[in-house]
């Protein structure tokens, strides 16, 4: 039987479509990975494979874990592992969550009650967005990255809400770049609000010990809670929140996302622990900083343009801006036809009139990889 579709979807779909923005999924593999957010190639290690196994040929055979913690899916070794990611990121208590998105939709749209308000980067990511959509409290962005912004922000609604919460990203998923952290704990005590900091980014790229970037900076402490997530430098799944213990426990009791979902399996977590195990001694940590040093070096010379440029970026993630869509699109067909994994990211994922090709370097990316890609996008561009 062939049903109707609601002409509301028909709708947004062709919409999608004319605006040259229609998404879809692939299996498509390429001989060069510029698009993965394995920045350490921890996902394709096979030491980490190894030490989760014997993590897990020590536990009790569960393939699955049941249920949600709060019913049967509590273990040990998720405990064990939020004990030790806690200690590794010097913060008093850890709870784990399926994925860096649940965290952010948990925290958001339970911390800030009703008579409280939240500052969000303008540029924040989209599942911290959607966890404001589900609380009470008032939320309102402030320009990307501007510390005079905030301040006007802060200023304008300090004395007038129970609470303020300020929220930003430690490295900004589709920009790169970083915000002054420093500065915002300085402004949060000021205003006495409290500092959120999602280090989806950061984790595994920055620190001694791939620590993140707040550790890095010695502002831990000050910072009201971390996300750190592991889908990306940790190379594994899922993400855990870090703060004092009473902000865990009252994740625990009103977050939805963490309270009505089945607890992550042992092997995810199992996966977890390999990487932290392997993090701190990590060489391609080293190997990374040098390949994003060698990208950086190059973009001087590179032809740039008003409508073609390299955004500024000391991370991981390089966007070369296209302000023409087909350009974009064809540029981008053009890498991958000649093996490199580059996807372009269309609005709105990213704001109209910044579509971009998002360059993911990684450490096993080699400096003759970046020179071919350099090659080409130069080619391309003087052949316009």
């Known amino acids: 039987m062939s049903l109707i579709l609601p002409s509301s979807l028909l709708k947004a779909i062709d919409q999608r479509k004319k605006e040259d923005a229609f998404r879809s999924l692939s299996l498509k593999n390429y001989i060069v990975d510029f698009y993965s957010n394995d920045y350490l190639g921890l996902a394709h290690n096979p030491q980490q494979r190894e030490y989760a196994q014997a993590l897990l040929s020590r536990e009790p055979q569960y393939n699955g874990s049941t249920g949600s913690r709060l019913l049967s899916g509590n273990y040990p070794l998720i405990e064990k592992a939020e004990e030790q990611l806690a200690a590794f990121h010097q913060a008093p208590k850890g709870l784990i969550f399926n994925s860096g998105y649940d965290a952010n939709v948990g925290i958001f749209s339970s911390i800030p009650l009703k008579g409280d308000v939240v500052l969000y980067d303008q540029y924040i990511h989209a599942s911290i967005r959607d966890g404001l959509q589900l609380t ?87 910072v009201f809670l971390r996300l750190i997530t592991f889908g990306k430098g940790i190379g594994a799944h899922g993400a855990i929140a870090l703060a004092q213990e009473l902000v865990i426990d009252y994740l625990i009791n009103f977050a939805r996302s963490f309270i009505y979902t089945t607890a992550p399996s042992p092997e995810s977590i199992a996966s977890v622990m390999a990487s932290y195990k392997l993090l701190p001694e990590l060489k391609e940590r080293k190997v990374l900083q040098e390949r994003i040093t060698f990208f950086r070096e190059k973009i001087p010379f590179f032809p740039s ?80």
């Open 305 to 384: 343009t008003e409508q073609v440029y390299f955004m500024d970026s000391q991370s991981s993630i390089q966007g070369l801006i296209v302000k023409d869509t087909q350009r974009l699109r064809n540029l981008s067909s053009l890498l991958q036809t000649q093996g490199l994994g580059i996807k372009p990211i269309y609005a709105p994922t990213v704001p109209k009139g910044e579509e971009r090709l998002r360059i993911c370097l990684h450490s096993f990316n080699s400096q003759a990889e970046i020179e071919q890609l350099f090659s080409l996008i130069t080619q391309w561009l003087e052949s316009q």
């Open 136 to 222: 009470n409290a008032q939320s309102f962005k402030f320009k990307h990255n501007s510390l005079e912004d905030l301040r006007e922000k802060l200023e304008r609604f300090s004395g007038k809400y129970t609470t303020i919460y300020i929220a930003t990203e430690a490295v900004f998923s589709m920009d790169g770049d970083i915000p002054n952290l420093k500065e915002m704990v300085a402004l949060s005590k000021q205003y006495q609000a409290y500092l959120i900091v999602d280090e989806a980014h950061s984790v595994g790229v920055f620190g001694e010990r791939g620590e993140g970037l707040c550790q890095q900076l010695g502002i831990a402490d000050e």
